[in-house]
Nanobody
């Protein structure tokens, strides 16, 4: 079983920065893809930034130029550095891990960490 534990959310003023962390534990392939999604109240969950299985990255248009995704493979941890935050970034941020088995795809989610951007 895979567990994802996020940390780093909180309240920040517009223009500020936050760094989210997600530590993965359990059994999964070394090429499992990790990333971040978010969900604002009344809206569907949406992609923020992810690593792909091949090691590339995908970013939402809203995140490009402001957010950076990085990882520490030795710690099975992925980070999301968020700069120039604005109120529209307010949401619960969820860590995601996609793993592949024989003829199956496994998707895991963390419990979420709240990010609130407000003055």
């Amino acid at each position: 079983q895979v567990q994802l534990v996020e940390s780093g959310g909180g309240l920040v003023q517009p223009g500020g920065s936050l760094r989210l962390s997600c530590a993965a534990s359990g059994s999964f392939r070394s090429d499992a893809a990790m990333g971040w999604y978010r969900q604002a109240p009344g809206k569907p969950r949406e992609l923020v930034a992810t690593f792909t299985r091949g090691g590339g990255t995908n970013f939402a248009d809203s995140a490009k130029g402001r957010f950076t995704i990085s990882k520490d493979n030795a710690k099975n941890t992925v980070y999301l550095q968020m700069n120039s935050l604005n109120p529209e970034d307010t949401a619960a941020y969820f860590c995601n891990l996609v793993d592949w088995g024989r003829d199956k795809v496994f998707v895991y989610w963390g419990q979420g960490t709240q990010v609130t951007v407000s003055s």
